[in-house]
């Protein structure tokens, strides 16, 4: 079985402020881990994932996660973020290996980017 | 449809009476999950179907909960006598399979009063 941990449940910074949103994952086997935003009112999209390769992963709207073996982690950052950026973010790992790929969600971290 | 379908898009109903909540996943996709969304547990996985294979159904809270898939495609989830602790979003999500990428529908809001 596998776990996430969001540490912060809500995350507020001034626009063009760097951010970061912490994750931290506890599974015996090896994991996919995932980063998905709910913007209000709206559903889940994927923002960025790591499957495997460089640990390094970048979406296409600026942000970035690092896989981070030795301390489960998958933290992510953005050196700037915009009043957009608001919304919730949710990281999830599933198992790699097995058959079913169902996800296990953090708590979420509601980021507000405030002007 | 480009996207994941969900109907109804909002449910209120009396405690003690049935609801069916339906998904309509991106065509071609063969695995369906199904997820719930509430204020005190976070999202939660219930139920995964992947082609004919028998459905994994270790997330369903209790007996009252149950789903199908007809002809791999669309799926409805029934819950039997509601509570108000089922009060929640259910989110459907499918994929083409493997650990490829879960693309989620807008989701059921599910009141039990």
């Known amino acids: 079985a596998q776990s996430v941990t969001q540490l912060d449940s809500q995350v507020p910074v001034f626009e063009e402020a760097p951010v970061e949103l912490r994750c931290n994952y506890s599974?015996?086997?090896?994991?996919?881990l995932f980063w998905y935003v709910q913007y209000p009112n709206q559903g889940l999209q994927l923002l960025l994932k790591?499957?495997?390769?460089?640990?390094l992963v970048e979406s296409i709207n600026g942000f970035e996660a690092e896989f981070n073996k030795s301390q489960t982690s998958f933290h992510l950052r953005k050196p700037s973020v915009h009043i957009s950026d608001t919304a919730e973010y949710f990281c999830?790992?599933?198992?790699?290996?097995?058959?079913?790929?169902?996800?296990?969600f953090g708590k979420g971290t509601l980021l507000t980017v405030n002007p | 449809g480009a996207g994941v379908s969900q109907s109804p898009s909002n449910k209120v109903t009396e405690k003690g009476k049935d609801v069916e909540l339906r998904c309509d996943p991106i065509?071609?996709?063969?695995?369906l999950y199904w997820y719930r969304q509430s204020l005190g547990q976070g999202l939660e996985f219930l139920i995964y179907?992947?082609?004919?294979?028998?459905?994994?159904k270790s997330g369903l809270p209790s007996d009252r909960f149950s789903a199908e898939r007809t002809g791999g495609s669309v799926s409805t989830l029934t819950i039997q006598r509601t509570q108000q602790e089922d009060s929640a979003v259910y989110l459907c999500?499918?994929?083409?399979?493997?650990?490829?990428?879960?693309?989620f529908g807008p989701g059921t809001r599910l009141t039990v009063l």
């Open positions: 999500a499918s994929t083409k399979g493997g650990g490829s990428e879960q693309f």
């Open positions: 065509s071609g996709h063969t695995a």
């Open positions: 999830a790992v599933s198992e790699s290996g097995g058959s079913n790929y169902k996800l296990t």
């Open positions: 599974s015996s086997v090896s994991v996919y």
């Open positions: 790591y499957l495997s390769g460089s640990t």
């Open positions: 179907f992947q082609g004919n294979s028998a459905p994994d």
